[in-house]
């Protein structure tokens, strides 16, 4: 591929040039391809690429086309893998869900053709306040029924959330819901094909992303459950359940924290016929979850029609979703990001008595990976400075087989968000190289 600025020659699959860094990928207006789709404006970028409004002259018709990164699509199996997928997600014609055109490739340009949707995303509703309780509960219902048909053909969505929900109005002015962006959907099989991450990788948004998909397990469709509950949650409130003041916090709290814990009060913004509805779909063990998202809409069809029968007395005479504005939250700050991992590694955390037995264990998450040491979360209070623990690392190669150690703690503290971490010295052996790679004096999470 010749770089339309510096003229540099690059390999077919690179997506910016090597040599003077434009992207390679990156369409203008009025860029045509596969001598039918006229490119008008970028509306949005995803983790499988950017995503335009395009013509498409053949039909006369507005359309989306995701451009698509090029190691998503080469030859490698992943390539095929997501080819694949992208026939099932085709098969999908449901009112609630985006539909699916085809897949193609212009030269180097890898895209997916798709429905444009005419709408605002709920999450810059809910900013705005303008849902009606009733409107609330038809876009979690709708939300459901769409998953149902998207799981119906085998695929599980893996990254729900409100920013990927549509909404439209039809003729008559009623909501109409689409669910977008199946940017890291995979097929659900008996193994046979597997995700677009390697074992361990984490994929998603992580206050949407089941504890599960947190501890890089294998998923199923009671994944896309557990985060329309976290929908259905903000929808009504505005905020997600589950927000630490980083990634891995968050992904901690969704791990060992209760939607709504003993004791304490239920905020009142949700109905009440919908808190076991929410508390269900929330339920940390994936089968005691919701069996299937057509179940989950059955029983929030009752829950609005129980709402419609006993409507609070406090309700706002707009009828409108009491959503209180939300603030920006403040990035965290940069932390020693010569050993900071992109991709969170998964840990199990042992600590051993006397005679061998082992006294605690839980499986948990390293938030930063060095060749000497970690910083894992843990729920263990008796543990400190000075403490010796065994730390096996999950998923890895299995030719170098587990990782296990000894580990002794330097430093234990509980931060702003109420987890407690341990700074963590490896004893044994530093951590393996598919963990950290050595680069000259730095380290890096690769």
């Known amino acids: 591929m010749i770089c339309p600025s510096c003229k540099a020659k690059n390999d077919d699959g690179a997506e910016a040039c090597f040599t003077c860094g434009r992207a390679l990928t990156a369409l203008t207006q009025g860029a045509v391809i ?7 404006k970028p509306i949005g970028r995803g983790g499988m690429g950017m995503v335009y409004r395009a013509h498409d002259r053949m039909l006369d018709e507005t359309v989306a086309i995701k451009v698509l990164r090029a190691e998503l699509t080469g030859a490698s199996e992943a390539g095929q893998r997501f080819r694949s997928e992208i026939k099932l997600a085709r098969k999908v014609s449901h009112r609630n869900v985006c539909r699916i055109h085809e897949y193609g490739e212009d030269g180097s340009i890898r895209y997916i053709s798709m429905e444009y949707v005419e709408g605002t995303d709920v999450k810059q509703i809910l900013r705005e306040g303008s849902l009606t309780l009733d409107e609330a509960f038809e876009v979690c219902i709708q939300m459901a029924d769409g998953l149902h048909a998207i799981h119906e053909v085998g695929i599980i969505h893996r990254d729900l959330k409100t ?14 819901v689409r669910l977008m962006d199946f940017g890291i959907a995979k097929v659900e099989s008996g193994g046979t094909s597997g995700s677009l991450t390697t074992t361990g990788q984490i994929m998603g948004t992580p206050e949407y992303m089941s504890p599960e998909q947190c501890m890089g397990e294998k998923i199923d469709h009671r994944s896309d459950i557990y ?42 913004r949700i109905p009440v016929s919908l808190i076991p509805v929410i508390r269900r779909a ?61 991709i969170y590694a998964n840990f199990i955390l042992r600590r051993i008595g006397d005679q ?13 990976v060095g060749r000497g040491g970690a910083r894992v979360m843990t729920t263990m209070a008796s543990l400190g400075p000075g403490d010796v623990v065994f730390i096996e690392e999950v998923g890895g190669p299995k030719a170098d087989g587990p990782y296990s150690t000894r580990a002794e703690i330097c430093h234990s503290y509980v931060g702003p ?21 050595e680069e000259g004096a730095n380290s890096t999470r690769r």
């Not at 920013?163 to 109409?176: E, F, K, Q, S």
């Not at 061998?356 to 930063?368: D, F």
């Open 417 to 437: 968000d109420k987890i407690r971490r341990l700074n963590l010295k490896f004893l044994d052996r530093p951590a393996p190289k598919h963990l950290v790679v």
């Open 282 to 342: 929330l339920h940390k063990n994936r089968v005691d979850r919701f069996a299937t998202a057509q179940e989950m809409a059955a029983v929030l069809r009752e829950a609005h029609a129980q709402f419609k029968a006993s409507p609070p007395s406090d309700l706002l005479p707009t009828g409108r979703v009491p959503v209180a504005p939300l603030m920006p939250t403040p990035p965290p700050p940069e932390r020693r990001r010569e050993t900071r991992t992109d």
């Open 163 to 176: 920013p990927n929900i549509m909404l439209m109005r039809d003729a008559r002015g009623a909501a109409v």
């Open 356 to 368: 061998g037995i082992v006294l605690q264990e839980e499986r948990t998450i390293a938030e930063n």
């Open 34 to 40: 596969a001598n039918r789709y006229e490119v008008q």
């Open 227 to 268: 985060a329309a509950g976290i929908v259905i949650y903000e929808t009504f409130t505005g905020q997600v359940p589950f927000k630490g003041d980083s990634a891995v916090a968050t992904l901690f709290k969704h791990i060992q924290d209760q939607v709504f814990p003993e004791g304490s009060p239920v905020d009142t």
